[in-house]
Nanobody, 124 residues
Framework: QLQLVESGGGLVQPGGSLRLSCAAS????????IGWFRQAPGKEREGVSC????????YYADSVKGRFTMSRDNAKNTVYLQMNGLKPEDTGVYYC?????????????????WGQGTQVTVSS
């Protein structure tokens, strides 16, 4: 089955940048919608962004619009999340998730496959 592995997390100062990667194996990602989620300490998991399966349309939570950019590289079977202008409130464990959608032009509301997460810490 599809397996997802996140990487690229780490410790950065406020205003810094990170690029997270979500590498897939077991299947090709081009058939899946991919979402990024994060969970801060003591808070519920929240959706960050998603990319559609068909036309690579991207969607972002209001809290990250203008700072985060999601992209897909089908040749590498990898999805990226470029994070710029990081803030302390961006701190958390970031997960990528995949779902074969019923409608490939939109992002799904639920996801079947999840990665293990990668820690992002924004602190001075």
């Amino acid at each position: 089955q599809l397996q997802l592995v996140e990487s690229g997390g780490g410790l950065v100062q406020p205003g810094g940048s990170l690029r997270l990667s979500c590498a897939a194996s077991g299947s090709t990602l081009d058939y899946y919608a991919i979402g990024w989620f994060r969970q801060a300490p003591g808070k519920e998991r929240e959706g960050v962004s998603c990319i559609t399966a068909s036309d690579d349309n991207t969607y972002y939570a209001d809290s990250v619009k203008g700072r985060f950019t999601m992209s897909r590289d089908n040749a590498k079977n990898t999805v990226y999340l470029q994070m710029n202008g990081l803030k302390p409130e961006d701190t958390g464990v970031y997960y990528c998730a995949a779902q074969r959608p019923l409608y490939s032009s939109s992002c799904p509301s639920t996801y079947e496959y999840w990665g293990q997460g990668t820690q992002v810490t924004v602190s001075s």
